[in-house]
């Protein structure tokens, strides 16, 4: 990153981060918040069984904190126990993750943004409860350099850069740990339906569909692990 990422709003009014060098944001433009709560909540999260939890949960790419706020919403409304690991090579200045946190507390159909602040507040490379139902662990660095323990994760939260601006991001040299570090019977979710990243991840044992997408994308990502 050479320049600095600056935050925008969405049409939803929520907040994404804008990178000019590679003409890339964190999240739709049609809405930050609704695209989350529709990739990774309604298609991820609430899609699994009780018997799920308690639940563990790998973000690749935790960004603005944004998904990772909605899931420890969802704990905390549902009392189902979630441990979150949220992987960022580029984590956010200060600077930036309160500007972030500004512009959520406008926000109406939202989760108490004390859970957001918690979220950005919490240390790097160890976990934090941000409350009674909800564990975060971030760490930082490329999800190619973390080391990922075989069968851990219940649901993965797929959200790195776009292949036209991170095309490594899904190729299968860097799924395959991802994928392995998925349980038995786990999902994976993704904004992305491009057809080699659909074509690597059936490579690894994976059945993947294509399931509606959110406003702005006709079509996402759900793959559940052989």
């Given at each position: 990153m050479t320049t600095q990422p600056k935050i925008i709003k969405t049409a939803d009014g929520s907040p994404s981060i804008y990178l000019e060098d590679l003409?890339?944001?964190?999240?739709?433009?049609?809405?930050?918040?609704?695209?989350?709560?529709?990739?990774?909540?309604?298609m991820g999260l609430e899609s699994l069984t009780s018997e799920r939890f308690p639940l563990k949960i790998l973000e690749v790419g935790l960004g603005t904190g944004l998904n990772a706020w909605l899931s420890a919403g969802f704990a905390e409304e549902q009392k189902?126990?979630?441990?979150?690991?949220?992987?960022?090579?580029?984590?956010?200045?200060?600077?930036?993750?309160?500007?972030?946190?500004?512009?959520?507390?406008?926000?109406?159909?939202?989760?108490?943004?004390?859970?957001?602040?918690?979220?950005?507040d919490a240390d790097w490379e160890k976990p934090t409860a941000i409350n009674n139902f909800f564990t975060?662990?971030?760490?930082?660095?490329?999800?190619?350099?973390?080391?990922?323990h075989d069968a851990e994760f219940d649901l993965v939260y797929y959200d790195a850069f776009g292949p036209q601006a991170q095309s490594e991001m899904w190729e299968t040299a860097v799924l395959e740990p991802v994928v392995k570090s998925m349980?038995?019977?786990?999902?994976?979710?993704?904004?992305?339906?491009?057809?080699?990243?659909?074509?690597?991840?059936?490579?690894?044992?994976?059945?993947?569909?294509?399931?509606?997408?959110?406003?702005?994308?006709r079509e996402m990502t759900r793959a559940i692990k052989r």
């Open positions: 003409n890339e944001t964190y999240h739709s433009r049609h809405g930050a918040l609704q695209e989350s709560r529709h990739v990774f909540i309604k189902k126990k979630i441990h979150y690991t949220g992987v960022e090579a580029f984590p956010l200045s200060e600077e930036l993750s309160n500007q972030v946190l500004e512009v959520c507390e406008n926000l109406t159909e939202a989760p108490d943004c004390k859970l957001l602040k918690a979220i950005i975060l662990e971030k760490r930082t660095g490329k999800i190619q350099e973390v080391t990922l349980s038995k019977g786990g999902t994976l979710v993704s904004y992305c339906v491009q057809g080699q990243f659909r074509r690597n991840l059936k490579s690894l044992g994976m059945n993947v569909k294509k399931v509606p997408g959110p406003p702005g994308k």
